[in-house]
């Protein structure tokens, strides 16, 4: 799990949803992203549209913050990420498959 002080808060959501934000496409996630000047804070959004799962959706926000406390250090920038997947089944994705769609991504905006 992220550190409290890594992650975007409700009231953060709000404004970030608010403001202009940049978008960045992957194969499985989405990101959007503000410039920010402290560091780099997080968000992941799973909705389900067909299977209302909850556990499958906090399975894969569990493994996207795993992810990003991993990449955390080799951000270059300072930033508002939030990932969004919409996770259409019951199935969730691998750790492989969101790690490199992560990274991939990440390195499309400059951010790795």
């Known amino acids: 799990m992220l550190k409290k002080s890594l992650r975007l808060g ?6 970030f949803f608010k403001a202009k ?3 960045c496409p992957g194969n499985l996630l ?10 780099t804070k997080w968000a992941f959004v799973v909705s389900s ?8 959706r906090n399975l894969v926000r569990r493994r ?3 992810i990003a406390r991993d990449l955390g ?12 997947l919409k996770l259409g089944e019951k199935k969730t994705p691998s750790y492989e498959k969101l790690k ?6 990440l390195t499309i905006c400059g951010f790795l």
């Open 100 to 105: 490199n769609d992560m990274i991939r991504i």
């Open 49 to 56: 549209s067909v299977k209302k799962n909850a556990v499958a």
């Open 30 to 39: 989405q990101m959007r992203f503000l410039p920010a000047a402290e560091a």
């Open 10 to 15: 409700k009231r953060d959501l709000e404004g």
């Open 64 to 66: 996207m913050a795993e």
């Open 21 to 23: 934000s940049r978008f």
């Open 73 to 84: 250090d080799q951000i270059k920038k300072n930033a508002d990420l939030v990932f969004f």
